[in-house]
């Protein structure tokens, strides 16, 4: 009889292991994956951003692109009254100025 017990005993640890291991995976799945997605896609709009362009800041800053300075990696964007310099982390949106 203790074998039999044994053997469900260990039957049910195993289940319990599977079980915690399905939902460490899916909450990877839901919560993580898609983070990293998404800043793939933030880093690759952040590298496509051209002289010319117009974006939008974090803050809200419209400005249209003047110069670009990989050094500091920053840019220098015009806005309607003065120019200032931006950090590329800061940019939310590019819109292309040929699409307008």
Avoid: C, H
Wanted: glycine letters at 6%.
């Amino acid at each position: 009889m203790q074998n039999l017990f044994g053997n469900a005993q260990s039957q049910s640890i195993f289940s319990s292991i599977l079980i915690y291991a399905v939902v460490i995976i899916g909450l990877y799945l839901v919560m993580f994956r898609p983070n990293q997605k998404r800043k793939k896609q933030e880093e690759e709009l952040r590298k496509s951003i051209q002289i010319g362009d117009e974006i939008v800041t974090i803050g809200g800053i419209i400005g249209k692109v003047v110069s670009i300075k990989e050094d500091s990696d920053s840019l220098v964007i015009e806005t309607a009254s003065e120019k200032m310099r931006i950090k590329k982390w800061a940019i939310a949106n590019k819109e292309n100025s040929e699409t307008k």
